[in-house]
Structure formats: C-alpha cells, structure tokens
C-alpha cells in the first residue's frame, strides 16, 4: 500500500494568491494542493493535505500524521515557525521525516522571520523556492523512503 505524504500548512496560508504576491506568489492554496497531488503521484505516494489557522489543530494532525502508515510530513507552520514552542514539541515527538518549507526566504525577510523553532527537529528545511518548495520537500521525502527501503533490504540480506 502506498504511503501517504500529509502535507500541513498553518496560519493565513489560506490567503495565498488573494495578497502579497510579491512575496508569495499567485498560486492559491488549491493550486498548491493540486501540485502536491501531481508530486505525490509521480513518486508512488498518497497525499493529505491540509490547513488551520489553529495551533492545536494542527499539533492534533501532526500527531495524527506521526501514524505507522506515513511516510512523512511536509510543514508549512506559517507564522508559528516563530514563536511555538508546542508545535516544535510536536514535531520532535513524531517518529516520521518532518520537511520544514517555507514560500518565501525567510532568511531574507525581517529579523523576527530568522529563527525557526521548528528547523533543528526537522529533517530538512526549505525556504526561498516559492509554492515550488512543497513539491521539492515532497521529492526529498520520497528520495529518504527510498533510502530507507533499501537500508531494510541491504540489512535483511545480511541476516540470512
Ligand atoms: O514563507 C512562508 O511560507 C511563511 O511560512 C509564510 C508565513 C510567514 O509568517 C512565515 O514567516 C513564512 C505567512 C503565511 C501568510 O500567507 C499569506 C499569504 C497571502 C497573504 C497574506 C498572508
């Protein structure tokens, strides 16, 4: 069965392609789900896609994503990069890759925007490639499944 990619988005992302779009872009949140569904397909993998503007709602779909049957999650906190601790807990707990994206280089941008709570739990970070970063996160993901699977071969032949 394939593996599902749950795909999170917080706070304000619903707003996508209605302002800022010299910052975001012009993609609407649709057609970034859209996108991700096309990446997932490409690598043999499910999608859920998802967004809130409520933090434990989206730390319940973390959990809820941390499942055996995932194969990992892709997370745009949006503003709670920032300031939440309990999402960064979150993310710590889960047992499956965390891809940190970000639309817009957050490096780049206020000095407040600089620190990620989330960056040293996850596996990854990207930031600065536009709405194109969630199909690059979800190819990293499927790249580590790959490893993975190939680790858990390499390692059953050694045992026989
Ligand atoms: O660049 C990103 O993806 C961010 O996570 C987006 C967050 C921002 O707080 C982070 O610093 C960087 C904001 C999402 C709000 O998106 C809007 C989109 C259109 C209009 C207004 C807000």
């Not at 499927?142 to 858990?152: M, P, W, Y």
């Amino acid at each position: 069965m394939a593996k599902t990619v749950h795909v999170r988005n917080g706070p304000n992302l619903n707003l996508l392609g209605t302002r800022e779009p010299q910052t975001y872009g012009h993609a609407t949140l649709d057609d970034v789900e859209q996108l991700c569904s096309a990446a997932a397909k490409r690598h043999g993998l499910a999608l859920q896609f998802r967004q809130s503007n409520h933090e434990g709602e989206l730390i319940d779909w973390i959990q809820e994503a941390g499942a055996s049957k995932s194969g990992g999650i892709v997370l745009n906190a949006g503003g709670y990069t920032h300031t939440s601790i309990a999402i960064r807990d979150a993310v710590a707990a889960v047992a499956v890759p965390v891809i940190e994206v970000h639309i817009s280089n957050i490096y780049a941008r206020d000095e407040f925007r600089h620190h990620s709570h989330i960056a040293p739990v996850a596996k990854a970070t990207l930031a600065g490639f536009g709405v194109a970063g969630y199909e690059l996160a979800i190819a990293g993901l499927a790249a580590l499944l790959g490893q993975n699977q190939l680790a858990s071969r390499a390692a059953g032949k050694r045992k026989s």
